[in-house]
């Protein structure tokens, strides 16, 4: 066996190296999802979803002309970049998910937005260095039903787990939202 030195590549993950950081990057996958949807480098947003964006009231029975897309799979691409190297996409990607079984137009429109977002950003990296820390976020009933989102990234020596999704319960104040995500960001560590 021999030494080939620093790894580079690994499964399609570009990985750089130095004493203290490792970072590791999906660019050329990216770059296969931007040309399979035709994403062009145009007026690109500053965030993965609208800041405006609000969930249809209520959805017709007949589905208007749609993107020429699947849009299941375009989700799917973005849990898969969630996984590996992005986990700054967990929440968009997590709220479209519920929509897979019947998307609508707002809908694609918001996966379009999304990926443009990585377009732009498809030079971040994950890095791996030397603290831990938790940070952790969620909203007060931002869901149709009042329930809240949580968010939560786990950095030890880097970014370690992440997670973004509805909680299970109806929270009575925002105080009691962090709370729910402090819990569940706790039972991650155990």
């Known amino acids: ?30 770059n296969q999802i931007l040309v399979k949807f035709s994403i062009e480098q145009a007026k690109a947003p500053s965030s993965p979803l609208p800041s405006n964006y ?42 479209l998910s519920r929509f897979l079984e019947s998307p609508c137009k707002p809908h694609y ?10 377009s732009i950003t498809q030079h971040f990296t994950l890095t791996l260095g030397q603290n831990y820390l938790n940070h952790l976020h969620s909203d007060w009933g931002g869901s149709s039903e009042k329930k809240s989102f949580s968010g939560s990234i786990i950095y030890f020596h880097g970014a370690l787990g992440w997670r973004a999704h509805k909680q299970k319960v109806v929270a009575l104040s925002s105080p009691e939202a962090e709370y729910n995500a402090m819990s569940e960001s706790a039972q991650d560590l155990a």
């Open 1 to 30: 066996m021999e030494d080939l030195g620093k790894i580079k590549y690994a499964l399609g993950i570009r990985i750089t190296q130095t004493q203290e950081l490792a970072s590791l990057i999906k660019d050329k996958f990216i």
């Open 54 to 95: 609000k969930e249809p009231k209520t959805l017709t029975s007949t589905p208007p002309k749609l993107p020429p897309f699947n849009f299941q799979s375009g989700v799917g691409l973005l849990q898969y970049l969630v996984q590996c190297t992005r986990p700054n996409l967990s929440f968009s990607t997590s709220y």
């Open 109 to 118: 429109q918001a996966v379009i937005h999304t990926l443009k977002y990585v």
